[in-house]
C-alpha cells in the first residue's frame, strides 16, 4: 500500500525558509504525481504545488509563485517542497498526496489518491 510521510515543519519567522519533505512508499512505478497541499484553520485545504515525476512538470499556486520550489528523487521516492520568503498567510498544516496519474496545473485535491499526515508550518511576523 502507498504510504506518505511528511515533515520539516516548524516555526519560523517572516522572511524565513524551511524545508519539507514527504518519503513514499508502496509503489515501483516511474510515471506518477506528488503535489502539496496546506490547510489553515477554518480554510480549505488548498493546492500549493505538484510534480509530474518522469514528465518533468512542476506547477504551482499564484500565491506561492517565485517562493516555493518542488522537486523529487524517484530512486529514493523522497520528495521536497523548499520555502522561501514565508509569510504569515502561509501558515497551515502542509500535506504531501500521491497518484499514479498524471496531473494538471489545477491543484485539485480530489486528483490525489494517497495523503500523507500532514507536518504544521507556523510562520511569525
Known amino acids: 500500500e502507498v504510504q506518505l510521510q511528511a515533515s520539516g515543519g516548524g516555526l519560523v519567522q517572516a522572511g524565513g525558509s524551511l524545508r519539507l519533505s514527504c518519503a513514499a512508499s508502496?509503489?515501483?512505478?516511474?510515471?506518477?504525481?506528488i503535489g502539496w497541499f496546506r490547510q489553515a484553520p477554518g480554510k480549505e485545504r488548498q493546492g500549493v504545488a505538484c510534480?509530474?515525476?518522469?514528465?518533468?512538470?512542476?506547477y504551482y499556486a499564484d500565491s506561492v509563485k517565485g517562493r516555493f520550489t518542488i522537486s523529487g528523487d524517484n530512486t529514493k521516492k523522497t520528495f521536497y517542497l523548499q520555502m522561501n520568503s514565508l509569510k504569515p498567510e502561509d501558515t497551515a498544516v502542509y500535506y504531501c498526496?500521491?497518484?499514479?496519474?498524471?496531473?494538471?496545473?489545477?491543484?485539485?485535491?480530489?486528483?490525489?489518491?494517497?495523503w500523507g499526515q500532514g507536518t504544521l508550518v507556523t510562520v511569525s511576523s
Open positions: 510534480i509530474n515525476i518522469g514528465h518533468n512538470t512542476t
Open positions: 498526496a500521491y497518484t499514479k496519474f498524471v496531473v494538471s496545473a489545477d491543484l485539485r485535491a480530489y486528483d490525489y489518491d494517497y
Open positions: 508502496g509503489f515501483s512505478i516511474d510515471h506518477y504525481a
